[in-house]
């Protein structure tokens, strides 16, 4: 029985009152405030309109001392009937932020301290028939670590090491700090009788076309002395049949079995085939007696982490029913501040539109938390690995107390058994940056103190999973690897010599160098980069016109205000500048600003992921950072806040696309063409590469005759600058790479920086057929640069947006919006960057 009815919420002063005083069953609580649950402190004063909403403006900081109080939620429950002798029931929270308190019918129960682990809590002896009360209190956290040693290091405050939550809460150079506090996840109560099912482990230890082998381990717990605890077990097919199914006898509330599936359909990532998922069900009888039942899906696949090639070198690669895979995805922060009240429709959206920019992998990042069931529940339906950190990030964590210590080995196991049967989950990862930093902060004497915290990622972690899942790989940290801990040729690398300027190469112990100037920022950095696997990078884009508008109080909506330096949460805000210099040129307006930075990010994701891509040979993962936003801010995000995509994102359905067109080419010098094939069949057929001057004329077309190979990558030509252009200037000229004979998109490149070209006066014309919901762009008076469709409305989709326009090219566009809203179609602009706006009212349908 969920306990998502009413609660009820109210706060008082650290030691107002006495505890029990609060908690007792008869205390008449009527007149606190009515609460949801799950869901969290701030999200109920928001929603019962007590504080303003804390995204707009800088109202963040008027909600400061909300962490300040201790808050109390209550609520009540009706029993029908008291347990029986051979029953037990049992009170479980599924997430509780922080540190809490809890009682039932006015008598402590148990504490909590860590946010992300599940608290179960027998109260069998306790629980009434009829009525009973349900009261948890919150400390505020300075309570819990006021007195603790200080670590030397943790970014953006050193008040977390000790505290088991999520890190981004506190701050972090893509949000506020909003410290949130209260009942975030389930809370339900669960009734047995004479026996439960522990848990159920499932992985598949071999799988191929024509047979699979899934081992299932069950653990049961029985209330009663001599009870023989049997099962059945069965996998059954998305057609319903029984592909597998197996019967026997617990042995100490324990066993082990093995279910064999003949011509098994294999889990695959979306890109590569089917993500299949099978029913596993699991039944335990106490005997005899049907007392417990599991029942979810599974998907039959093997995953391996591949650290060595087939010559013996080194290598970052993820095998997948033993197909190397190319990683094509993003990192993944938590989907808003508030989380425990964020829908599940968010996480719903949100791995849509991964999967419909085609990616493939979501790297779980470790200052969030580990997510919610709704979202692997999600991956493993559509397709989608998943690399998870565990919650460390950027600190020093207290590795010598040892209640610490025990509180991270429970969180670990919690999480770790929780996740372990999901086919989408590839990689356990122990920690984000944390091995990287010490050494960079270690040699700039930032830290003279041990790596507190190391025996977390290379010791406990690696205990607790070979103790409850080894079916998986696990990897320390990320970065991690070789003579740097960033080795881009040795594991994996965070890649930010763009954007925050770091100068690469750097061994261990040398001293980290940062280089703020244009050629220091500059996306053509990316193009040194021959990393095993990029599992970070990335640079800001502003976010849309309306997620900012909606936000930001009247009058302050303008290039270089207070307010829009306040959505930039990162340090030294000169380095978006910096790049947008090297490449648009500086902005002087918010609409340049818009443009200007979602473009550079846009190109320059483009030109870093298809270099990666050509490199597949050796590279075999690019992860962006970051894919959403968690409040309305100027981030690295493809997507913000209010779930609108980025130009960045319409760029990544493109050069994420399993089939690739691209053109590796720097002013003056040859243009090679290359196809990169990660399908697993190999392909043949006509490339055409055009070459058109601004007005749309023809210059050169190249008809290239292309074999490519499966899954890999290949060089179909080269040929000089100027025997391409045919005499036009190479700063007039748009190159169109096509593959008429394949299912791939066209792919537009301009021979020098946006800057430079010499773009005409472009117009454009839109048209609306409301009976299909389809609108039609069109340019006219040459090439039409970035054209944008801009409506003032969240989550909506289209199928394009941010493309380039030959002139008298047409291009149509379906749009939805997610939420089942009516489109405001009538206050649709379009616009581009060397083509004035209109708008459907002024065009007329």
Not at 492 to 509: A, E, I, L, M, T
């Amino acid at each position: 029985m969920e306990l998502s009815g009413e609660w009820r919420l109210q706060h008082y002063e650290v030691g107002q009152l006495a505890p029990l005083q609060i908690a007792d069953a008869g205390l008449d609580d009527r007149f606190w405030v009515t609460a949801k649950v799950p869901g969290d402190v701030h999200s109920t004063l928001i929603e019962r309109k007590l504080i303003d909403h804390p995204y707009y403006g800088h109202n963040d900081i008027n909600c400061r001392w909300i962490e300040q109080k201790e808050w109390w939620y209550r609520t009540k429950f009706h029993l029908h009937g008291a347990p029986e002798a051979d029953e037990r029931l049992e009170l479980v929270f599924e997430g509780l932020d922080t540190f809490a308190t809890i009682y039932v019918n006015g008598l402590e129960i148990g504490r909590t301290e860590n946010m992300h682990r599940i608290y179960t809590f027998d109260v069998t002896r306790i629980a009434l028939s009829g009525k009973n009360t349900v009261a948890v209190k919150f400390d505020p956290l300075y309570l819990h670590n006021r007195d603790k040693a200080l670590m030397q290091w943790s970014s953006y405050t050193k008040e977390r090491p000790w505290l088991r939550k999520a890190a981004m809460n506190f701050g972090w150079d893509w949000g506020p700090r909003m410290v949130t506090v209260g009942i975030w996840g389930k809370v339900r109560l669960e009734r047995s009788k004479q026996a439960k099912l522990d848990s159920v482990y499932a992985r598949t230890t071999a799988a191929d076309a024509q047979s699979a082998s899934v081992q299932v381990t069950i653990e049961g717990r029985s209330f009663k002395r001599g009870c023989e605890l049997t099962y059945k077990a069965r996998l059954l097919s998305t057609e319903g049949a029984t592909a597998a199914e197996a019967a026997g006898k617990l042995e100490r509330a324990r066993h082990d079995l093995t279910l064999q599936v003949d011509k098994p359909q294999l889990w695959w990532s979306h890109d590569l085939g089917n993500p299949c998922l099978y029913e596993l069900e699991v039944v335990l009888y106490a005997d005899g007696q049907q007392v417990d039942s599991y029942r979810k899906p599974f998907g039959i696949r093997t995953i391996e982490l591949a650290l060595q090639d087939e010559q013996g070198n080194h290598s970052f690669a993820f095998l997948l029913n033993g197909v190397k895979l190319f990683a094509k995805g993003s990192n993944w922060i938590p989907v808003d501040h508030f989380i425990g009240s964020a829908p599940d429709k968010r996480y719903t959206d949100l791995i849509e539109l991964a999967v419909e920019s085609n990616m493939n992998m979501l790297r779980i990042w470790g200052g969030g938390i580990y997510e919610k069931d709704v979202f692997y529940e999600e991956c493993d339906r559509l397709g989608v690995l998943v690399w998870q950190d565990f919650a460390f990030a950027n600190a020093l964590f207290p590795d010598y107390n040892a209640d610490f210590m025990e509180n991270v080995r429970q969180e670990a196991i919690c999480n770790v058994k929780r996740l372990r049967n999901h086919a989408s989950l590839a990689l356990w990862c122990g920690n984000n940056e944390i091995d990287w930093l010490y050494d960079m902060k270690s040699a700039d004497g930032d830290i003279t103190c041990p790596f507190y915290g190391e025996s977390i990622y290379h010791e406990l972690l690696p205990e607790v999973l070979e103790a409850y899942d080894s079916s998986r790989p696990y990897w320390p940290s990320s970065p991690f690897g070789g003579n740097d801990a960033n080795d881009p040729d040795v594991g994996d690398r965070h890649n930010w010599q763009v954007w925050h300027g770091s100068v690469y190469p750097r061994k261990f112990g040398d001293k980290p160098l940062l280089d703020y100037s244009i050629e220091g920022v500059t996306f053509k950095n990316y193009k040194k980069d021959f990393t095993l696997f990029s599992s970070e990078f990335g640079m800001h884009a502003s976010a849309n016109r309306y997620t900012l508008e909606k936000y930001i109080p009247d009058g302050q909506f303008y290039w270089g205000s207070v307010e829009m330096a306040y959505r930039n949460k990162d340090t030294n805000h000169q380095k978006g500048i910096l790049l947008m210099e090297g490449f648009t040129g500086i902005p002087n307006t918010i609409e340049d600003y818009m443009n200007y930075s979602m473009l550079t990010q846009a190109e320059g994701l483009k030109y870093g992921i298809e270099h990666y891509r050509r490199n597949k040979a050796r590279t075999s993962g690019s992860l962006v950072w970051q894919h959403g936003d968690s409040w309305p801010g100027t981030s690295w995000s493809l997507i913000d806040y209010e779930l609108l995509p980025k130009a960045s994102f319409y760029y990544a359905r493109k050069f994420y696309h399993p089939l690739l067109i691209t053109l590796d080419h720097e002013p003056g010098e040859p243009l090679k063409v290359w196809a990169v094939n990660d399908r697993l069949q190999p392909l043949s057929g006509k490339v055409l590469l055009q070459v058109f001057d601004f007005e749309g004329s023809l210059i050169n077309e190249i008809a290239i005759e292309a074999a490519v190979g499966a899954n890999t990558a290949v060089q179909l030509g080269e040929w000089a600058e100027n025997d391409v252009l045919k005499g036009l200037a190479a700063e007039r000229a748009l190159v169109k790479l096509s593959a008429p004979d394949w299912e791939c998109h066209d792919n537009y490149y301009y021979l020098r920086d946006q800057k430079d070209l010499t773009l005409p006066q472009a117009k454009l014309s839109i048209h609306a057929d409301n009976a299909s919901g389809l609108i039609s762009v069109q340019a006219h008076e040459g090439v039409a640069r970035l054209v944008k469709i801009d409506i003032p409305q969240g989550n909506v989709r289209m199928s394009d947006n941010f493309f380039d326009l030959l002139p008298g090219e047409t291009k149509v566009i379906s749009l939805k919006q997610a939420d089942g809203e009516a489109l405001l179609l009538e206050r649709l602009v379009v616009s581009a960057l060397n083509a004035a706006s209109v708008s459907l009212a002024e065009e007329g349908s």
